[in-house]
């Protein structure tokens, strides 16, 4: 069963806007989050990641947010770009492998 | 960088056949993974290996297995090819656990 529950499925942003999207998971020895970012005809690629001692981290435009208490993190995109559309995917890890959500298709129309 | 290279970008083969897929990384790391991508099921994860000639099931290793017979080398194996297994499939690797893994360009398989 899908350990990593993402949402929402895809996302229609106007440039400038703020992108969201939010994961949820159960395994509590999950400790290790991060976000992959994959464009069409290439592999993932990581984009940010956090671990849970922290509630939030940023680099640049992207946010992610923790709440360890609800088993929730979320990844904000502020100042949307065109060239942030892609497919986004949280995962987390308690051992060996990732465990992927289902990703988000995110359009930023100009 | 870091690369990760699958041997082909498309194949396609036909219901039956033994198909291999090929995965090279150049860092030296120890975790190598196959992950297969289908459209609203993210990346499910087919097999992993932690070591040269070890190998660890993932969640859908059913019709799939692999080897590895040295450190930068991880070969999926599909014993024999089915529609069902059309799919994108990725390759990736990683130093140590909980760390960035890289992930190959994928490798497009279509089963007639």
């Known amino acids: 069963q899908q350990q990593v529950k993402q949402s929402p499925q895809s996302l229609i942003v106007q440039k400038g806007g703020i992108s969201i999207i939010n994961c949820a998971y159960e395994?509590?020895?999950?400790?290790?989050f991060p976000w992959y970012q994959q464009f069409p005809g290439k592999g993932p690629a990581l984009l940010i990641a956090i671990r849970p001692d922290v509630s939030e981290k940023k680099e640049g435009r992207f946010t992610i947010s923790f709440n360890k208490s609800a088993k929730q993190f979320s990844l904000h995109i502020m100042d949307s770009q065109p060239g942030d559309s892609a497919t986004y995917f949280c995962a987390a890890n308690s051992g060996y492998a990732l465990n992927f959500g289902k990703g988000t298709s995110l359009l930023v129309t100009p | 960088d870091v690369k990760v290279t699958q041997s082909s970008r498309y194949l396609v083969k036909r219901t039956g056949e033994k198909v291999f897929l090929e995965c090279v990384q150049d860092?030296?790391?120890?975790?190598m993974f196959w992950y297969r991508q289908d459209p609203g099921l993210g990346l499910r994860l087919i097999y992993f290996?932690?070591?040269?000639?070890?190998?660890e099931k993932g969640d859908i290793p059913e019709g799939y297995s692999v080897s590895r017979e040295k450190k930068e080398r991880f070969s999926l194996i599909l014993e024999s090819a089915s529609t069902n297994q059309t799919s994108m499939y990725l390759c990736a690797s990683s130093e140590i656990l909980k760390t960035e893994a890289f992930f190959g360009q994928g490798t497009r398989l279509t089963v007639v």
């Open positions: 860092m030296d790391h120890e975790n």
């Open positions: 290996s932690y070591d040269v000639k070890m190998k």
């Open positions: 395994n509590t020895a999950f400790d290790y």
